[in-house]
């Protein structure tokens, strides 16, 4: 409800002010933020999300932030439905690494949110922080900024063939991220509903499994 909602904002806002120790305020917010986020997970049945309640993750990405945990951060704004402040902090992000990394903090970002079936945020996120860079006079024009262009329109257009190819023509790039292949496969059986073949030891126990009555995997 809205009244719990506002507890939990007024209790974040108390160990800001109420504790000298800024650190120990906020890893002590975090923890708090944590048991509320399980709470409202456990409660959305009732119409909450699955994930937790997005104004939750989105106090619980400013406190990881305050910690110095941006993977933590970046986590959490994933289900906090704050798009243009996500974007706002992957360029601060970004700016922890090389430059020729900013393609890979935005795909990165781009593909759990995709992966999540968060497709508006996932363009808002994009849009946002292309203009944050090209405010700086910085453009991006590599293979890895324009596979996560092209896979946007892919799943905009909810086209599987034009998925598949982006997959097969940028697989070389996507090798620079074993996660990648990871969430592009939970695309493709959620976004697609087509499951991913299987790979590698799985593959091989199914094709032994099947010289005994049947690969288990098609029963």
């Known amino acids: 409800t809205e009244e719990k909602k506002r507890a939990v904002k007024d209790i974040c806002e108390a160990f800001s002010t109420g504790i000298n120790d800024k650190a120990e305020a906020a890893k002590l917010n975090s923890r708090f933020l944590n048991a509320a986020l399980d709470w409202s997970k456990c409660s959305h049945k009732s119409g909450g999300s699955s994930q937790g ?7 619980a990405a400013k406190s990881k932030i305050q910690i110095g945990d941006a993977a ?17 902090f992957l360029v601060l992000w ?21 992966a999540e079936e968060h497709h508006s945020e996932a363009k808002v996120v994009f849009n946002e922080y292309i203009g944050i860079l090209e405010s700086d006079n910085i453009h991006l024009s590599t293979p890895l900024y324009n596979f ?6 892919a799943i905009e257009k909810n086209s599987y063939p034009l998925f598949m190819i982006l997959r097969e023509k940028y697989r070389p790039v996507l090798k620079s991220d074993p996660s990648f292949d990871v969430y592009l496969d939970k695309m493709q059986e959620r976004i697609f509903n087509v499951k991913p073949q299987k ?10 499994l099947g010289m005994f009555g049947g690969n288990p995997s098609q029963r």
Do not use: W
């Open 72 to 88: 933590g951060a970046c986590e959490h704004f994933l289900h906090a439905q704050a798009a243009v402040e996500f974007a706002a």
């Open 148 to 153: 996560t262009r092209f896979l946007l329109t």
């Open 94 to 114: 970004s700016k922890s690494g090389y430059p020729s990394e900013r393609d890979m903090f935005l795909a990165r970002a781009i593909l759990k949110l995709l």
């Open 53 to 59: 309640e997005p104004s939750f993750h989105y106090l």
């Open 199 to 208: 790979k590698g030891m799985a593959a091989m126990m199914d094709n032994i």
